[in-house]
């Protein structure tokens, strides 16, 4: 497996999907094992690439920024005038992608097998599953934009059909609609940042974009605009603000789903096509401080409304919009090392705590906090996995999460200005306190809800397998911030020689002075996760009823989907139903239906009245002619 | 031979097969249903007479590929013409097949709604074929005509007749622009051969530019009522509305495509020299069409206006192209239209159809009456998402890519913020497009119980949806095809 | 346009042809709006020899000024409750600006415009003795396609006409509660 044939990692699971899609009736448990072989297949494949990759980086024959490795012409007209190629591009960032999302992908589909067992078209989910994956290995691998653009749009499609996967439920289907069109409305501005991109460079080949972008064949103003319009994609990808309304909803779709799509792959996308144009973005420095005010205020938002809401999955989601604005944060300093060392170890931990709340769900057919606690005693090693999924994303030294936040927070005081760090350094110990709330609440203190409670029981291994896996890589995974670590497996000056390497400063050693202050302060939002919420939770309730008003704000997340409900039913509807009455009315005066039942109701007299209003449908072509001539002279 | 000016004429009839062959068919049509009862034969000949009539059209289209040159100055044939005759001949078959069932139940005088659907493909062909504004003007009142007889053909529908009727008067206002246009412009070229104009305006207009523009303000105001574009487009939801189902599927393809077929012969050949003059009326009227087209198709209730306003705004898209033609980039401009055009075609084609079984089976044509239709078809159910899909643009159909190089198209000719509108107007669109999926898949049925399509209707909509993906996926050929026919209108 | 008697001819002809035209629109009376319609088609004829299109002014006079409002004048007289008054608009107002403004434009553009004219030698040589010869060679030769299609255009207004009739006739057996309902239907028949 070389990196010339890493066109066959997408290959397999499209060829899963159409097969399962299609026989899963004929097949054995719906296909179902076909599926998962086809995964652990690709990530034998993955493992294989990376040796190439790693080897030929190590004979020093790996050039950032080179060739695509696999291309051919998929469709050429004009003479050249518009090409787009099929292409595969493998670098650094593809290799940190490349695991994350076949390794997470393998383990939910394991997962699924006990999870969604029973349930009406589990073949389909399966096929989905690998439709998606197809589309996010093409993403990750693609070397051009066009490209890209349909592998976007591919996982959103498959996100959008496991989101309405119960699409029986009113909730459901409303969540899948809004996620579509809310990513959709920042798909617009990635196709005219493509289109624009386009335009200027004349190719749609990201390699030579990157060159030409950089070599300062494009005029700066021009851009900034096509990276401001290529980051709305970002932006709504990644659930950023304004519109990361869309994530929270979303978790109405199957609990291993989340942890797939809306946890470690799909939702990170935007930061991979943020680290993939960072050269670009690099020079443009307005967009840079653009995509680092958005991840700013996205994480400390996000953070707020993760304090307060009852359901476990919501938690999560609110936690996984507030990490990924860490990572653009990140990139918004210019920090692509950290962004996606923290993408790659949040993928675990968040896919680790997605999946153990699908077991406590699985458990006790409850989400909501309220419902819950003391499960610790029936469920123990969904416990022990989500208590150290729980300690990663707070950022307790050992586990992933620590260091990864800690290169944030470090590029963050060494590139941006004071109050930026200061403000992230709250996010993060906001986001210790609710991790600490979560665990509490849901596995400590006293049964909520005692028929559920004795209805509770651990999962079978098809389900703690995956967690306890999760687990140890949630851990482990942190650890590739060490040199050793890299030179260990072969790689002179550690990962981040590999990662990123004009930036070889932020990401190479720990500063231990630094990490001490940032774990300390994770470890302050855990005891005061646990003086709030331990024991029977009398301090959080009155601090509740102390400040109502606050407690609302954030149930309400910021009263955010309110405005943007007003601002559609207001004025995007408002506008339309304006102009339709306007061509119903003025121009068009009765539709065929009015005009049919006048003459049904007064009969035959009418109908020259009737025919009378023809004159005004000509009276509006007249006034066109006259208008057009107007622009005709006047243009 | 020669005529009395001196011209070499070509008098070649075997260049004009396929539509004598479509016409005759007509004729046969039309007496085998005035002979029913004497030649002893049933409703179902007449679908299948015509179908074989296109058949043997498409066959001597095929014969004829290499065969170019004109038939007495009046008609071109090249491969312009020869694609939109296999376009025209392939949407009259999928009409005839897909919905001869609705026809048979719901169409009065159907040995004439058959003559009329093939002799209005003729017209359709010439629109696209003719090399004289005599012929353009004869081929556009063909079609025009058997337009409005057709509309007014539903049975039982007091809608249909009031729609023929709006739709015939303003159609002799539209007739009446597009006629006094074209005087002008031979007022200013001197000759109605594209060729004999397109020499005159690139000699220059100096004297006679007031003329021109007030011709090309009312060809544009004629022109853009038969492709239903915002100003002129009040007539259409109403007709659309009002007609038979397969008479609003014809309007919204043949007729759309047949006038666009026009519209870029006419723009890309002889009045390209004056591209100065009539871009930014093209450029206002596209942008009209798109905003308001798709802000109004918010508001509908019934499915029919739902796709005659979404067809106005696809009308808008493809206006915005031929606003971006120019000398240099013109033939790749005009080929993306071709290409949006076939795209459009066939996905609305697919909901067309599926739309015409779901009323053959209920009866019933507001969105509301969807729902539940995943349950009781999810095979219809899933065509129609796959299609409406398609129009919104959704990648890997059909729509997304003969839409992304229409906007590539123009883009690359400078009218960048015509694109910005366009893809804006274009995400405007998914959101009423959702509203039928949501009712399809969200909502209980109001009866429940399977049902099936019949052979055919799987036949027709399983190929076309079999197109709308390989379009979406593997265009190549396609893009060749439409570039090739597309070079052959420039006169530069 | 030399001769002194040809330039008057051309401006009673127009102005028959205008004045008639604005009474077709204000006429009250169907049948009066008829009348006036078919003096406009004769001022039109007259046009037309004023150019010395012999063939195309006897065409005019035969087709539109004769079987045309003959018809016409049979369907105003055979629909039994057609209101014979032409009823109010509500748009009179923007209408007449409207009209008025491209009436202005159009007017403007004509005398504004330096227009290419036949003169001269030029002129005299494309003065045939009669055109109907030329125009019926053409027609079956050069034009020979474009005949065609006019006939397939016939064909289609045949059917359409048939169509019409049939339907006339259909509502006409029905009961009169049907007959109110398919009203709006022979409307749309026109």
Redesign the interface.
């Known amino acids: 497996m070389g990196m010339e044939q890493a066109w066959v990692l997408p290959a397999i699971p499209v060829v899963l999907f159409v097969l399962i899609a299609l026989f899963n009736g004929l097949m054995p448990r719906r296909g179902d094992f076909l599926a998962i072989l086809g995964m652990a297949t690709v990530v034998g494949l993955v493992f294989l690439l990376l040796l190439d990759f790693t080897g030929s980086f190590r004979a020093g024959e790996f050039v950032p920024g080179g060739s695509n490795v696999f291309a051919f012409d998929w469709i050429n007209i004009g003479q050249g005038f518009f090409v787009i190629e099929f292409s595969t591009y493998v670098d650094a960032i593809t290799m940190v992608m490349l695991p994350v999302v076949t390794i997470v992908a393998l383990m939910v589909m394991i997962y699924s097998t006990e999870y969604m067992r029973g349930e009406p078209r589990y073949g389909w989910y399966f096929a989905v599953l690998s439709l998606f994956v197809a589309a996010m290995l093409t993403l990750v691998l693609s070397g051009n934009l066009i490209q890209l653009y349909l592998a976007w749009e591919g996982v959103g499609l498959a996100s959008y059909l496991l989101i309405g996967f119960y699409w029986e439920r009113q909730s459901a289907a409303e969540a899948a609609k809004k996620a579509f069109v809310t990513t959709r409305i920042g798909d617009v501005g990635l196709l005219i940042g493509i289109i624009l991109l386009w335009r200027a460079t004349g190719t749609f080949d990201i390699q030579q974009i990157i060159a030409a972008a950089t070599s300062g064949q494009i005029d700066s103003t021009y851009l900034t605009v096509s990276m401001l319009f290529l980051f709305g994609g970002a932006v709504g990808k990644s659930a950023q603000f304004p519109l990361h309304v869309w994530l929270p909803d979303a978790m109405e779709g199957p609990t291993p789903v989340s942890a797939l799509i809306h946890a470690a792959t799909m939702v990170v996308a935007g930061v991979y096509l943020v680290a993939r144009f960072s050269p670009v973005y690099a020079e443009v420095l307005v967009a840079r401080d653009v995509i680092l005010y958005v991840g700013l205020f996205t994480a400390f938002m996000a953070g707020t409304q993760g304090l307060v809401s009852n359901d476990i999955k919501r938690v999560l989601a609110y936690s996984t919009v507030s990490q990924l604005g860490f990572m653009f944060v990140a990139l918004g300093v210019g920090a692509v090392g950290a962004a996606m060392f923290h993408l790659f170890t949040h993928a675990f931990f968040k896919a680790l705590l997605f999946l153990g709340s699908g077991s406590v769900i699985h458990a006790t057919h409850r989400q909501e906090v309220e419902g819950l606690g003391g499960l610790r005693h029936k469920m123990p090693i969904t416990t022990a996995t989500f208590i150290v999924g729980s300690l990663a994303l707070a950022g307790i030294p050992i586990f992933a999460g620590f260091f990864s936040k800690d290169e944030i927070l470090h590029a963050l005081i060494s590139d941006g200005p004071a109050w930026a760090y200061l403000v992230l350094a709250a996010t993060a110990v906001l986001t210790a306190i609710y991790s600490t709330r979560l665990v509490l609440l849901t596995f400590f203190g006293k049964p909520k809800d005692q028929h559920a409670y004795d209805h509770a029981h651990e999962s079978g291994p098809a389900m703690t397998g995956p967690l306890v896996l999760l687990a140890i890589l949630a851990t482990v995974s942190g650890f590739f911030v060490f040199d050793q670590v890299g030179e260990a497996l072969g790689l002179a000056g550690g990962i981040g020689a590999l990662v990123y390497l004009d930036q070889p400063h932020h990401f190479t050693t720990l500063d231990w002075t630094f990490a001490a202050g940032a774990a300390g302060s994770a470890l302050a939002g855990v005891i005061v996760g646990w003086a709030y919420w331990g024991g029977d939770a009398k301090r959080a309730v009155g601090a509740r009823s102390w400040a109502p008003d606050l407690h609302a704000f954030l149930v309400n997340r910021w009263y955010m989907d309110h405005l943007f409900q007003a601002i559609i039913d207001r004025v995007i509807l408002g506008l339309a139903s304006v102009v339709a009455w306007f061509d119903k009315r003025i121009v068009n005066e009765t539709g065929v239906d009015g005009g049919a039942q006048t003459i049904g109701y007064f009969g035959y007299r009418l109908k020259f009245l009737q025919t009378g209003k023809i004159p005004n449908y000509a009276l509006g072509m007249a006034v066109g002619v006259v208008a057009l001539t107007l622009i005709a002279v006047g243009g | 031979m020669t005529d009395v000016l001196g011209n070499t004429l070509n008098l070649q009839y075997e260049l004009l097969l396929p539509e004598i062959i479509l016409a005759i068919t007509a004729v046969v049509v039309l007496t085998l249903d005035a002979f029913k009862k004497e030649l002893r034969v049933g409703y179902n000949s007449l679908p299948f007479v015509s179908v074989l009539g296109l058949v043997g059209a498409a066959v001597a289209t095929l014969l004829l590929l290499d065969n170019r040159g004109n038939f007495a100055l009046l008609i071109e044939l090249d491969d312009f013409t020869t694609f939109f005759r296999l376009l025209f001949i392939g949407t009259a078959a999928v009409l005839i097949i897909g919905s001869y069932e609705y026809i048979e139940r719901h169409v009065s005088h159907v040995g004439e709604f058959f003559a009329l659907i093939l002799l209005s493909t003729v017209g359709a062909i010439y629109m696209a074929a003719a090399r004289d504004l005599l012929t353009a003007y004869l081929a556009v009142e063909v079609l025009s005509f058997s337009l409005y007889v057709a509309v007014s053909l539903a049975k039982n529908d007091p809608r249909s007749g009031e729609a023929a009727l709006k739709y015939v008067l303003l159609g002799g206002v539209a007739s009446a622009m597009l006629l006094y246009g074209l005087s002008l412009l031979y007022g200013v070229a001197g000759s109605t051969q594209y060729a004999e104009i397109s020499e005159a305006l690139a000699a220059g207009t100096g004297d006679v530019t007031l003329p021109l523009l007030l011709g090309l303000v009312l060809i544009v105001g004629g022109l853009g009522f038969k492709a239903a574009a915002v100003p002129f487009h009040n007539y259409a939801p109403d007709a659309y509305e009002g007609a038979p189902l397969p008479v609003t599927m014809y309007l919204s393809a043949t007729s759309k495509a047949a006038t666009f077929a026009l519209i870029l012969r006419w723009f890309a050949g002889p009045l390209l020299p004056a591209v100065d003059d009539w871009a930014w009326m093209l450029a206002a009227i596209a942008v009209a069409t798109m905003v308001i087209g798709n802000l109004v198709a918010l508001q509908q209730h019934n499915i029919k206006r739902l796709l005659a306003y979404s067809s106005i705004s696809q009308v808008g898209y493809m206006l915005m192209a031929v606003t971006a033609l120019a000398p240099d980039t013109g033939v790749a401009t005009s080929g993306a239209v071709l290409v949006h055009m076939v795209g459009y075609l066939v996905t609305n084609l697919v909901v067309f159809v599926g739309v015409i079984h779901f009323y053959n089976k209920t009866g019933k044509e507001e969105i509301s009456d969807f729902r539940g239709l995943a349950q009781t078809n999810p095979y219809l159910a899933l065509t129609l998402t796959a299609g409406l899909f398609s129009l919104a643009g959704m990648p890997l159909l059909a729509g997304f890519f003969t839409k992304f190089i229409l906007f590539q198209a123009v883009a690359s000719a400078d009218y960048l913020w015509l694109v910005i509108v366009g893809v804006v107007a274009s995400t405007v669109s998914l959101y009423y497009y959702l509203q039928v999926i949501k009712q399809m898949y969200l909502y209980e049925p109001l009866v429940p119980g399977r049902w099936r399509l019949s052979a055919t209707g799987y036949l027709t909509t399983g190929v076309l949806f079999f197109f709308m993906v390989a379009i979406g996926i593997w265009g190549a050929p396609l893009y060749e095809v439409a570039d090739a026919a597309a070079g052959a209108i420039f006169f530069v | 346009m030399d001769s002194t008697g040809i330039v008057i001819g051309f401006w009673v002809l127009s102005a028959i042809t205008v004045v008639s035209s604005l009474l077709v629109l204000v006429a009250r009376n169907l049948m009066h709006a008829l009348a006036f319609l078919v003096l406009a088609f004769l001022g039109m004829a007259g046009l037309f020899i004023t150019l010395s299109a012999d063939f195309v002014a006897v065409a005019q006079v035969l087709i539109y000024a004769g079987s045309i409002s003959v018809l016409m004048v049979f369907a105003v007289m055979l629909t039994p409750?057609?209101?014979r008054d032409n009823?109010?608009?509500l748009?009179v107002l923007?209408?007449v600006v409207?009209?008025l403004?491209?009436a202005s434009?159009?007017a403007?553009?004509?005398v504004?415009?330096?227009?290419?004219e036949r003169t001269g030698a030029a002129l005299a040589e494309s003065d045939f003795a009669s055109t109907v010869g030329?125009v019926g060679?053409?027609l079956l030769?050069?034009?020979?396609?474009?005949f065609e299609?006019?006939s397939?255009?016939l064909?289609?207004?045949l059917?359409?006409a048939?169509?019409?009739v049939?339907?006339r006739r259909r509502a006409a057996t029905q009961s009169p509660d049907e007959a109110?309902?398919?009203?709006?239907?022979?409307?749309?028949?026109?």
Do not use: K
Not at chain 3, 112 to 116: G, L, N, V
Not at chain 3, 141 to 146: D, S, T
Not at chain 3, 180 to 189: L, N, S, V, Y
């Open positions: 409750l057609a209101s009823g109010n608009s748009y923007p209408g409207a009209g403004g491209i434009l159009v403007f553009v004509a504004d415009t330096e227009w290419a030329e060679r053409l030769g050069r034009y020979v396609l474009a299609v006019a397939v255009l064909l289609i207004g059917l359409g048939i169509v019409l049939q339907e109110a309902d398919t009203g709006a239907r022979d409307g749309g028949a026109l």
